[in-house]
C-alpha cells in the first residue's frame, strides 16, 4: 500500500492535475495528502470531484497559505474521519487487504509559531486519547536540528525542543528517508540559497510492527504522381520527424526525472548557480514534456482518462527495525566521487576497499636480521615463563567480563553478555 504526500505549492496551477495523473499512474497511492493547496470551501471541492480518488477530506486555508487535503481510494482503505482543524487531519486508516486499522495524522504547520505550538499541543492531546498504531506525516515548518537547514536563519534551540518534547509525549520515532536530503527550498541563486528539512514522517512503534518493510512536417507533400505514394512518404517522413523532434516522450520524462534528482542530491550537498539554475530548466521541460504525453494520451484515446513476553521485547525489536532502516547502505560514493546504488555494485565497493587495506602490492621484501647486536631489546627469563604458561581461568574471565556484553555477537551469534549472565 503506498501513501503519497505531496507539497504542491497551490492547487490551482496549470500543471497540478497533470502531476497527481502521473502520481496515479506511477504508484496507485491508497492514499494521497496534498499541503499548501492554497484553495479551500467550494473551490477545493470542485477541484478534488475531478480527480481519481472516491473521498476527500479538506481544510481551510491560513490566509492565504496553508490547505491540507487527504483524499483517498475506497477499494483499498476505509476511512474515518475523527477531527481536523486547518493545520490538521486525523483519520482512522482501516485497511481492506490486512483487515488491520490505525490512525493518521496529516499536518501542515503554520508559518507562525505560536500557532505551531497550538499544532503541538492538539498533538500531545491526541496522543493521551489514544493508543492506536499511530502515523503522522507532516510539513513541519520547523527544522528538528542545525543538520536540516543550509544557510539562513540559525535554527531556533528554544522551538526546536519544544518539536522534540512534542514528539515524545507521542511517542513517535523517525524511520529515516531516501533521497535528497532537504525537502524544501527558495529556489534562489546560490549566494542566497536556502534549504531546510521541514517534511517528515514519524511513526509509533506499534504501527513499525504492523509494517516492518515500511522503505516526457515540412517537405513531406513533394510530389508524387499518386496519392497513396504522397501518403506512405509522408507517414515515413513524420515518424523520422517526430523521432528527431521529439524521441521517445516517456524516456525523456524519464531521463528528465533521474537527472533531476541527481541535480537536487548535488545541490543539498555543495550548491551552486550552474545547478540551481539547470534545476530550473529541467522542471520547465518536464513540464513541457508531461503536457505532450497528456496530448499523446488524449489523441490515442479520444477521451480524457480522468473524467471518471518478556516486558521490554517490543520495545528492542522496533529500536532494532528503526536501527536496521537508518543504517541501509542506500548508496556510497566512489574515490571519483560518483554516487553508486545499485547494490551488487556497493558490494563489490566495499569488498575491495577492505581488499586493498589488507593486501599488498609488493610481493616479497628481503629481510635480515643480525642477531649479535647486545644493544637489541630481549624478555626476561620471568616475561619468558610468563607468556609461555597456559592461560587461567581467571584470565579468560577478565577478558571475557572486559567486553561490553551487546556489542558484536561472536562467530556462534551470541553476545559477551550471554557468557557474562549464564
Not at 487527504?70 to 493545520?87: G, Y
Not at 512503534?205 to 512518404?233: F, M, N
Request: with cysteine; aromatic share 10%.
Amino acid at each position: 500500500m503506498n501513501i503519497i504526500v505531496w507539497n504542491c505549492r497551490g492547487a490551482l496551477k496549470s500543471s497540478f492535475q497533470k502531476h497527481v495523473r502521473e502520481l496515479v499512474q506511477n504508484h496507485d497511492p491508497a492514499i494521497l495528502v496534498v499541503m499548501e493547496t492554497k484553495v479551500g470551501g467550494e473551490r477545493a471541492r470542485e477541484i478534488t470531484n475531478k480527480l481519481p480518488f472516491d473521498g476527500a477530506i479538506h481544510t481551510e486555508t491560513i490566509g492565504y497559505a496553508g490547505g491540507l487535503w487527504v483524499l483517498w481510494n475506497a477499494d483499498k482503505v476505509e476511512i474515518s474521519s475523527l477531527a481536523n482543524t486547518e493545520q490538521e487531519i486525523h483519520i482512522v486508516v482501516k485497511v481492506r487487504s490486512m483487515n488491520s486499522s490505525w490512525l493518521f495524522s496529516a499536518v501542515y504547520a503554520s508559518p507562525r509559531s505560536a500557532e505551531r505550538q497550538i499544532l503541538w499541543n492538539n498533538l500531545m492531546r491526541v496522543a493521551d486519547l489514544q493508543n492506536m498504531p499511530w502515523v503522522i506525516a507532516a510539513d513541519f515548518n520547523e527544522p528538528l536540528m542545525e543538520e536540516d537547514k543550509f544557510r539562513g536563519r540559525a535554527v531556533s534551540v528554544r522551538r526546536s525542543l519544544l518539536f522534540k518534547e512534542c514528539l515524545d509525549k507521542c511517542n513517535m520515532i523517525d524511520i529515516g528517508f531516501s533521497g535528497p536530503r532537504f525537502t524544501w527550498t527558495n529556489r534562489r541563486e546560490v549566494q542566497a540559497l536556502i534549504q531546510e528539512r521541514i517534511d517528515r514522517f514519524f511513526v509509533k512503534p506499534s504501527w513499525c510492527g504492523l509494517y516492518p518493510e515500511a522503505k516526457v512536417v515540412s517537405q513531406a507533400w513533394r510530389h508524387c504522381p499518386r496519392l497513396i505514394d504522397a501518403i506512405d512518404t509522408f507517414t515515413k517522413e513524420a515518424k523520422v520527424w517526430n523521432k528527431t523532434q521529439f524521441g521517445n516522450i516517456f524516456s525523456r520524462k524519464k531521463n528528465i526525472r533521474a537527472r533531476l534528482n541527481g541535480i537536487q542530491r548535488s545541490i543539498a550537498i555543495r550548491p551552486s548557480s550552474f545547478l540551481c539554475n539547470l534545476e530550473n530548466e529541467l522542471l520547465k521541460e518536464l513540464d513541457s514534456v508531461l503536457s505532450q504525453e497528456e496530448e499523446l494520451w488524449a489523441l490515442k484515446s479520444q477521451v480524457n482518462w480522468m473524467i471518471q513476553g518478556d516486558r521490554n521485547t517490543s520495545f528492542y525489536h522496533f529500536s532494532t527495525l528503526v536501527r536496521r532502516k537508518r543504517n541501509q547502505i542506500m548508496a556510497i560514493k566512489d574515490n571519483c566521487g560518483e554516487w553508486i546504488s545499485e547494490e551488487s555494485a556497493v558490494k563489490e565497493y566495499i569488498r575491495s576497499g577492505f581488499a586493498g587495506i589488507y593486501s599488498t602490492s609488493l610481493i616479497s621484501a628481503p629481510v635480515t636480521y643480525n642477531l649479535n647486536h647486545q644493544w637489541q631489546p630481549r624478555l626476561s627469563e620471568e616475561e619468558k615463563q610468563s607468556i609461555s604458561g597456559g592461560v587461567t581461568n581467571e584470565e579468560i574471565k577478565a577478558a571475557l567480563w572486559s567486553l561490553k556484553p551487546f556489542k558484536a555477537p561472536g562467530p556462534d551469534g551470541l553476545h559477551g553478555g550471554f557468557f557474562q549472565r549464564f
